[in-house]
Nanobody, 123 residues
Framework: QVQLVESGGGLVQPGGSLRLSCTVS????????LAWYRQVPGKQREFIAI?????????TESVKGRFTISISGNNFKPTVLLQMNSLKPEDTAVYYCNVEGWLEEWTGRQNYWGEGTLVAVSS
């Protein structure tokens, strides 16, 4: 199996910045997409940003121009990053890392989630 571990969350003032990281415990055979989601208690998990290894990067409208998704390392065992600038109180949520891909050649395409890191934006 594989574990995804998010870090970098915390309390920040409005207008501030944070960088979230998501480390992967082992290499994948192949990765299709890497993404970030967020969830406010009592609400559905919300898509934030996605990096398709064969295509473009997409963001939800509310974070365009403020958030940037990227990876470090290699495409088989990446660290998924989310740079968040100009943070607003409405960005407060638990942020989750998502990797979709093939852990082994024979396992089929599956979705993997981290346990989340809390981002709180408040003065």
């Amino acid at each position: 199996q594989v574990q995804l571990v998010e870090s970098g969350g915390g309390l920040v003032q409005p207008g501030g910045s944070l960088r979230l990281s998501c480390t992967v415990s082992r290499g994948f055979f192949s990765i299709a997409t890497l993404a970030w989601y967020r969830q406010v208690p009592g609400k559905q998990r919300e898509f934030i940003a996605i990096l398709d290894t064969l295509g473009p990067i997409n963001y939800t409208e509310s974070v365009k121009g403020r958030f940037t998704i990227s990876i470090s390392g290699n495409n088989f065992k990446p660290t998924v990053l989310l740079q968040m600038n100009s943070l607003k109180p409405e960005d407060t949520a638990v942020y989750y890392c998502n990797v979709e891909g093939w852990l082994e050649e024979w396992t089929g395409r599956q979705n993997y989630w981290g346990e989340g890191t809390l981002v709180a934006v408040s003065s």
